[in-house]
């Protein structure tokens, strides 16, 4: 580094120290803290996942322990006795602050409930009433239904400072559907396709699906499972996936949506809306497609609980609504149509056939990825949003009318 201001007199004017050791704020600090800590944790008899280099697992007589390393932010998770011995030992090799008991990490507020925790953002959620000039009218969905969002031309572009004020809005609903709700996904994914050039259209949208979030602040992803883990290591976890596309929805390019979710014991983990990469010939290729993404992200659940000692129940399920793709992907022909997607069904048919995937058609009303391929209507989208929340407050009936505002 150069001199530090003030320092100059003691050294010749080319002159540029090594560090020993990092400043705080450099690109390598966070890369070396992490190199650290892995020390420590060899140290410490902490074994590190191989399907998650920053989680951190010990099977003792007093259970399993779990830290969950985010940069400096440590999240230690299992018995009472088993956390206090394993604080003690991290902290004897650290200056540490002790924050007790978790009721928020990076950035989320965690409640507890009965047998369930709730991630919620509540100072995300205030700044967009502190920063942005959110509609008043009452909106029951994050974007009108079976809208899609159209590039703009230069003449219609916002200026300068508002397009600004759109990436940053943009990029805390990004944070905020990573974390606590999954439920505008589809929304944000829409939005982001005009980071570059937005118009008043799409800040219009923005403030819309903000004033959603507003109206329903205490909603938040809900970590409910059917049945609770007994801490051995014969328990068997269960996952199941359901996926979803919307096929050539992007009137510019004509790509599909992929939209998916995972379920661990019932409790939502992992969530994906997403433009497909390539543009597909059919709905079946476009179906087979998001399937595929949807057993990437059950099988890195699985390989995570297996890298720690854990069981999963398997055949893990994968449950699609189109029925040409849940058939191609249950037998083995190839024909003239279908050719040019053999690899993505020979990845899942070798997992088929291994036992670890059963693929079953599930109908179209019932497949709740299809909320992350497309903005849906109320009460289908209330049904739907009840796998990440349950039935709080603002869940409607399926027999409820639709709830859009006037205007809305």
């Known amino acids: ?59 003792t007589e007093l259970g399993l322990v779990l830290i969950v390393s985010w940069i400096d932010d440590n999240l230690i998770v299992g018995t009472k006795e088993a956390v206090a011995k394993t604080k003690y030992e991290l902290m004897s090799r650290f ?18 409930l009965q047998g369930a925790i709730k991630f919620t953002q509540d100072v995300l959620l205030q700044s967009y009433e502190d920063e942005f000039d959110l509609p008043s009218r009452n909106c029951a969905t994050p974007a009108k239904p079976g809208n899609v969002l159209t590039k703009g031309d230069t003449d219609s572009a916002l200026d300068s400072e508002m397009q600004t004020k759109y990436r940053s809005g943009v990029g805390k609903l990004i944070h905020m559907m990573q974390w606590s709700r999954p439920d505008i996904c589809s929304a944000v994914r829409d939005l982001t396709r005009h980071m570059q050039q937005a118009t008043k259209a799409h800040l219009d949208a923005m403030y819309r699906l903000m004033a959603y979030i507003v109206r329903t602040r205490n909603r938040g992803t809900t970590l409910k499972p059917d049945e609770q883990w007994d801490g051995s290591k014969d328990f068997l976890f269960k996952i199941g996936g359901r996926s979803d596309s919307d096929y050539a929805t992007n009137p510019e390019t004509r790509k599909s949506v992929t939209g998916c979710r995972v379920l661990l014991c019932g409790a939502p983990v992992s969530w994906r809306s997403s433009t497909q990469k390539h543009v597909t010939l059919s709905v079946t290729e476009a179906e087979m497609g998001a399937g595929v993404t949807c057993v990437q992200d059950m099988m890195y659940v699985h390989n995570l609980l297996v890298s720690m000692g854990l069981k999963v129940q398997l055949p893990m399920v994968l449950e699609m609504d189109n029925q040409g793709a849940v058939d191609l992907a249950n037998g083995w022909s190839v024909g003239g149509r279908t050719r040019h997607v053999d690899v993505r069904i020979h990845y899942v048919r070798e997992l088929k056939e291994a036992g ?31 796998v990440y929340f349950g039935e709080d407050e603002y869940y409607v009936a399926s027999d409820t009318p639709e709830r859009e505002g006037v205007g809305s």
């Not at 200056?95 to 507890?112: A, F, N, P, S």
């Not at 059963?358 to 989208?381: C, E, R, S, Y």
């Open 95 to 112: 200056d540490c602050e002790d924050c007790g008991e978790l009721d928020e990490y990076v950035g989320c507020r965690i409640t507890k």
């Open 1 to 59: 580094m150069e001199v530090p201001r003030g320092f100059e007199k003691h050294y010749e004017d080319d002159v540029v120290l090594k560090l020993l050791k990092t400043i705080y704020g450099l690109k390598q600090a966070a890369m070396a803290f992490w190199k650290m800590l892995l020390r420590c944790m060899k140290n410490m008899d902490m074994k590190r996942s191989t399907a998650d280099p920053c989680l951190y697992y010990d099977w």
């Open 356 to 386: 670890m995937l059963l693929i079953k058609w599930v109908p179209g009303p019932q497949n709740d990825a299809d909320m992350h391929t497309k903005n849906v209507p109320n009460p289908l989208f209330e049904n739907f949003g009840r």
